[in-house]
């Protein structure tokens, strides 16, 4: 896309059954970028990989019900309205056409990143928002949500969120297991912990998780992100075990969370807590049933729009 081009985003409904046919013709008029936005098939992803069905915000869902819609993108000028006749020639669908600007690729969803109140001391703060008033009491956040894994608008993060204002002991260190932007991490270490490591099993989150550091002037000299599956690598594990934590963190989902409690107890100290999150409710008695068996004893469970999380002491 060339420097500073305006563009028209083009927006086609119909129903499921002509979404072949529609597809079909567009490509054969000669457009060459078509973005597919269906219902089925989004719950057909979902359910061939279930392993990520939990991440799946809420409000997604309700986006996307009864979505139907063929998109693809010309340029804002004579040309492209000459190709838009073109690629629509024999189609009878209405259209919608959306002017977009160089900037609105880059840029148009920050509008919906505001700062936000999460629990009672903590005010997450989008990057841009730097000249935002702080309200009293309140710790800020910096993040950068065009970077990160998690933004701090989901449930199950603002009750992990919640819990990290309530066991973060000044001086403390804390291990965030499945750190993705750091937002948890990072929050501790806003709110008085004096070091914490952070591990995510993609690689793009040590850069994302440094950067967001950085934001909240939280340097290398306390911060350490790495990135390794604590389950499967040994070493990693090994390692992390060389010290004890008084706050151990898991926004994941259930089906990590429930092997990774075995390792739990020997990553706590023995006052430590594990704040573990991203679990939908109907697998809640599942979870809590895993913590007990690998000797943790929950202390506290919190709900929110049908997430839980929980908080657990080792038993012993």
């Known amino acids: 896309m060339a420097e500073d081009s305006n563009w028209l985003e083009i927006s086609i409904d119909t129903k499921q059954e002509r979404l072949d046919i529609l597809s079909a013709q567009l490509t054969g008029n000669g ?21 990520c069905w939990d991440y799946v915000d809420d409000a997604l869902f309700e986006r996307m019900k009864g979505v139907c819609r063929v998109k693809f993108y010309v340029t804002d000028d004579a040309d492209g309205q000459g ?9 009878d669908l209405p259209y919608t056409a959306c002017r977009l600007t160089e900037n609105d690729w880059a840029h148009s969803w920050q509008k919906y990143y505001k700062p936000l109140p999460v629990g009672e001391r903590l005010y997450i703060v989008p990057e841009w928002e730097r000249a935002a008033e702080i309200p009293a009491g309140r710790v800020p956040l910096y993040l950068n949500p065009g970077l990160t894994f998690g ?6 993060t603002q009750l992990c969120l919640a819990g990290v204002e309530q ?18 991490s990072i929050a501790a270490l806003a709110l008085g912990a004096a070091s914490a490591v952070a591990v995510d099993i ?10 967001n550091a950085a934001l909240n002037g939280i340097g290398k000299d306390r911060y350490t992100v790495r990135a390794g599956n604590v389950l499967t690598d040994a070493a990693l594990l090994e ?11 898991a926004n994941i989902v259930a089906d990590v969370i429930i092997p990774l409690s075995r390792e739990v107890p020997h990553l706590l100290t023995m006052q430590g807590m594990f704040l573990c999150s ?8 599942e979870v809590a049933a895993a913590l007990h068996q690998n000797g943790l004893t929950v202390a506290d469970q919190w709900e929110q729009n049908g997430w839980v999380a929980f908080s657990a002491r080792r038993s012993e």
């Open 83 to 91: 190709q838009l006749t073109q690629w629509m020639a024999g189609i």
């Open 239 to 249: 390692e992390l075990c060389g010290r004890q934590y008084e706050l151990v963190l």
């Open 151 to 156: 933004t701090g608008g989901h449930a199950s």
């Open 202 to 211: 993609d690689p793009k989150a040590v850069g994302v998780a440094y950067e």
């Open 167 to 184: 066991y973060t002991p000044v001086g403390c260190h804390v291990l965030d297991l499945g750190c993705g932007s750091g937002i948890l």
């Open 278 to 285: 991203g679990i939908i409710d109907t697998r809640a008695a």
């Open 31 to 51: 457009v060459t970028g078509l973005v597919i936005e269906d219902e089925d098939d989004f719950r057909r992803f979902l359910e061939e990989n279930r392993a």
